[in-house]
């Protein structure tokens, strides 16, 4: 047992040093959250927030169609979980998820971006309000809620926007 804790303490430190230059890259923690909003800012040109914990959005589109808008971007691991709806006004919510989680619980589920998703905030609540879906933490959303709104790697049947190819090119480095 004393070998297995030397061997944790040795990754944790590993991983320590990994998180101190992601932050030192970002600007911004080495939280999945905080990793999605920087990602989010440089493919989809939003101006972030001066601090990471504003109520209600994380920043604004600089340009393209939605310019001016606000966005509260969201980086999960499986989107279809449930979402974080808060409880504060924006216009937009840009979700960056990982694959669906299989069935058994894995111990490691890696950091990646296999879809995303930008949903129109008052869509979204007056479907769920239509639907009496309770709105708050690990709000339950159907799989057909988000393929609409899906802008990456395929847009979806009402997504706001159409991905450039660049900015395609740029969230297929995290898949």
Known sequence: MTETLRQLAALLRDRDELDARIAALTGRSAQPGDIGEFIAAQVFDIELADTANQAGYDGTFRSG???GRTVNVKAYGDAFAGLDISPHPCDHYLILSGPARPPGGLRHHRWRISAAYLLDTRRLLATLAARG??????????????????????PGAHAPIRLTPEQTALLSLFT
């Open 133 to 154: 879906v309770k709105v708050g933490i690990a709000t339950s959303v159907r799989r057909a809620d988000l393929e609409v709104a899906q802008v990456f790697p395929t």
């Open 65 to 67: 169609p939605l310019v």
